[in-house]
């Protein structure tokens, strides 16, 4: 697994994830990015789960952002709605956190989206160490990449399977 945190505070928008791949008990890899930005549409997002399938969903996110005009609300149901009823993308096992300026969602393989409460977000298996990290922060002067940098900080001294080499995407 690993670890991504979505934060909005100021108008900004900043999306991190730690680089840390595992197999089962194994670090294969610490430096990968998990962390996307849509240049065109100002939309960053991240994934916790697999990389191909990761992959896989961010070519079908800037797609339907692109086939909806920007529209991100009707993109992630409609997402998600792929991902629930076909057959190659249901297999697909990973969470998405996505935001643009407006607005911010969790994407699951089930069929949710959810627009959680707070300008927050924590996916991952550290991602409940992040958000919790991250509440903490939101009332402090840092702003949003700084909050972003130390939830995921916090979360890779307590879950094994996130590291802290960071990766930083805002709009």
């Known amino acids: 697994m690993t670890t991504i945190v979505l934060v909005r505070k100021n108008n900004e928008v900043v999306v991190a994830g730690d680089g840390q791949v595992s197999m089962g008990n194994t670090v294969v890899k610490s430096t990968a990015a998990k962390v996307r930005k849509i240049e065109k549409r100002d939309v960053v997002a991240g994934f916790a789960g697999s990389t191909a399938d990761a992959l896989t969903l961010f070519e079908r996110l800037e797609a339907k952002i692109e086939k909806h005009a920007g529209n991100l609300s009707r993109a ?20 998405m956190a996505i935001g643009d300026k407006e607005n911010s969602y969790i994407i699951s393989g089930t069929g949710d989206v959810l627009e959680p409460e707070g300008d927050i977000i924590g996916i991952g298996s550290g991602g409940n160490y992040a958000l919790a990290a991250g509440k903490v922060l939101m009332s402090t002067e840092m702003n949003a990449e700084e909050i972003a940098k130390k939830a995921i900080e916090v979360a890779s001294e307590i879950c094994v399977f996130t590291n802290n080499n960071i990766k930083i995407e805002k709009i």
């Not at 992630?76 to 969470?95: F, H, I, N, Q």
Request: zero cysteines.
């Open 76 to 95: 992630a149901v409609e997402l998600a709605k792929d991902w629930r009823t076909d057959k190659y993308l249901r297999r697909l096992e990973a969470l």
